[in-house]
């Protein structure tokens, strides 16, 4: 039996708010991989260019880890062995809990972290040579916060790698409308205003001048307005589901509604059909606009 499984069969009979808890975190593992090529790439193109110590003990912190897989598969292979630790942190619990259930290296240790938070904790600050965030910095609503917060968790010439999506958000986009919706806006009122990160004219400017306000040296950064991915229909649905972080705030009686109107308009914001169950095999392509951001703690030692 897989150690995931172990982890599910020690849930008490009938739990079913941890068994949801779990397969939302199972489901992200097995389909939210559609980005491991580009990650891989950018990560390895960065490493190389960091020229890090082969002395000494490095740590390190990803934030947004989601099911965990992306470190074990992107990013562990691609470190030098004198890592001392990896901390995996994200903003949901249910995700922090099954990547601690798969892991299987000592260096990998797991917190919930909200990044965005207005306070962090203060045992990480200045603590991390690296800190490496993959799609996660588009659902930060208050980006000069993380990046406030990402400066503090930083040491001295502490690097970052931050990669996400700029332009468009599509789950935020879904509650916008769905904020416009009588029966849903007492949970989404935070989302009816909501502007998509760097979705200025010039987030070229835009992006210089946020490092600049945080004490951050720009290294490299690349703005990718076109970039695409291809997956299956049914893992596209499987991942926005998996991320949703609102139905569980939705009464148990209304879930189902809820859910078919998510899937709605989900189709609606990225105009591709999900609620055809015949097509679920289809191959799609999602337009994900990335930026890519490597930058170091403008404090040295």
């Not at 990560?43 to 990803?62: F, Q, T």
């Not at 690296?130 to 400066?151: A, E, H, P, T």
């Not at 210089?208 to 229909?233: A, M, N």
Request: hydrophobic content about 35%; proline content about 4%; some cysteine.
């Amino acid at each position: 039996m897989t150690k995931w499984c172990l982890w599910a069969s020690s849930f008490p009979e009938g739990t079913l708010e941890w068994i949801t808890m779990f397969n939302k975190g199972l489901k992200y593992y097995k389909s939210g991989r559609f980005h491991f090529d580009k990650i891989r790439y950018e990560y390895k193109r960065v490493i190389d260019s960091m020229n890090l110590p082969k002395n000494g003990e490095l740590r390190v912190i990803d934030i947004g880890s989601g099911s965990g897989r992306l470190i074990h598969e992107c990013l562990i292979p691609l470190l030098p062995k004198n890592i001392k630790e990896i901390v995996a942190t994200d903003l949901d619990q249910s995700m922090v809990e099954f990547a601690r259930s798969v892991n299987e290296n000592p260096k990998v240790k797991f917190g919930v972290l909200d990044i965005g938070a207005e306070n962090i904790p203060e045992h990480f600050y200045n603590r991390f040579d690296i800190l490496f965030s993959s799609y996660c910095f588009q659902y930060v609503q208050d980006i000069r916060r993380g990046f406030s917060n990402c400066k503090k968790l930083l040491a001295p010439n502490g690097q970052f790698l931050m990669i996400f999506q700029f332009k468009t958000n599509y789950l935020f986009s879904i509650y916008k409308k769905m904020s416009s919706i009588d029966k849903w806006n007492k949970y989404m009122k935070e989302y009816a205003n909501f502007t998509p990160h760097f979705s200025s004219k010039d987030p070229d400017s835009e992006l210089k001048r946020l490092s600049k306000d945080y004490g951050l040296t720009l290294l490299d950064h690349k703005f990718e307005p076109e970039y695409q991915y291809y997956f299956p229909k049914w893992a596209c649905l499987d991942i926005f589901q998996s991320i949703d972080f609102k139905l569980a705030t939705i009464p148990k009686d209304q879930q189902e509604d809820y859910i078919q109107d998510f899937v709605t308009i989900l189709s609606e914001v990225t105009n591709i059909d999900f609620s055809d169950e015949k097509t679920m095999d289809e191959s799609i392509i999602l337009s994900i606009p990335t930026v890519c951001v490597h930058a170091k703690n403008s404090e040295s030692r």
